[in-house]
DNA sequence: TCTGGGGTCCTAGGACCC
DNA sequence: TCTGGGGTCCTAGGACCC
């Protein structure tokens, strides 16, 4: 039996913490660029803003503009501490967790009594210890869990959407099967986790509206027309567990740092900074897991929605001599490929740096090194780490990232930005008497 | 003018092997 | 007239998630 924890609106609730004055009004959280809506207050949600609506064109719409949506770019760093509070309590509901995304995690509840008034306890205790709101969710499998939690947030959101017992916390685990069949029958099969837009598509043109129309459908027929994905998720609707519980995160298989720049780039030396910022922070990643790479990818391309510009795309894998996580073997194999797929004369939009090819750094084949006897650079590379958190993001860089007389034209516009108000000193917010 | 970033898993098809 | 069977590995693309 699982519960899911989910924060409400996330970043938007993490903003309003600090700034109360948000509570209340349509707020927005921007991609990075300040490009699209990421996430959104319940009120912006009642103003028909879209997941991932441009930002550029809400400012266009005069009824947006005269209903007063504010928008804020987005604080990682801020949303990333506020995550693991929230997260830090959530783990007290049961023995076992599972962080899922920066706002939800799974908990296992097998055994713990009195689980309902339990979930409510820590649900009043995340919002009264963070100033997160959140619903729980509780199901017999991890998918019931995730439907338990949307149930929570509708009923809290939009009374009579489901019975008013289950806002903010729904527990369909101790529901007898009709009740659950009603819960079921009340939720459109996109809400689904797991059904995403076009197998919702397909399901509904078999006329299967509800999340019981699809728990319903034979697990094997789901097998022979669908696939294997799509039967796990008919059976964890059946209440059969068929996804695993992780509560021990599984180490990547790829790690990227991509990004839009903040304006076309079209420039070679523009691109080698920004590509060797981006294997740096991948590098960074990467030695976090305490992993290697053996192949690195670096990609351009320009804007897809700029239809009148001449359109290019390309992207090249680099293998490595032995693997690695060494900034500047990294970085060096990444410029190479930029070298290799770069073409004057157009307007860039976006570049990134994928390790590839990912292995535990413990498990190194044995190898005579005649090249380089005797360096180190696991030693160097953790003395990097260590003063980069210790003084800040970039205290110690490679030179080709851009030095302060660089223009470093491609780095990213944040013009609403919010104060780091948990994770800088000089960003501490101040209480006014 | 202005449209995010970071992942995972599965499947089909081709190349290749004996 | 008549042209096997079984298997692995890799890659690209699709679908999904937040």
Redesign the pocket.
Known sequence: MYALV?GNN?YVSCERVFRPALQGRPVIV???????A?SRSNEAKELGIA???????I??DPSLRDAGILALSANFCLYGDMSNRMMSIAAGLGPEQEI?????SFVGVAGVRDLTRRARTVRDRILQWTGLPCGIGIGATKTLA?LANHVAKSADRRPGSYPAEFARVANLAELPASDLDAVLAATKLGE???????????LQAEGLHSALDVARLDAAMV?RRW???LE?TVRELQGQPCIAFEDVA????????????G??ITALHDLVEAVSE?AA??AE?LRRQASNAGQVLVFVHT?P??RQDRQYSKSI?VPLRRPTADTALLTASAVRGLHAIYQPGY?L??A?V??LDLQDAQVEQGELDLDDPGADRGRLMAAVDAINVRHGRGAVKLASVGTAGSARRWT?RQDLRTPDYTTRWSDLPQARA
């Open positions: 989910d996330f921007l991609s990075n660029n300040d490009g699209c990421i997941m991932g609506a441009p930002w550029f064109q400012q266009q899922y995304s920066i706002d939800e995730k689904v986790w797991g059904i995403g837009r076009r197998i919702g598509a397909q097998r696939s294997v994905v796990r599984p180490a990547k298989k790829e790690i990227a740092c991509t990004r839009s720049f304006r076309p981006f922070r991948a990643k804007s929605f700029r894998t307007k939009a976006k990134g994928m390790l990213m």
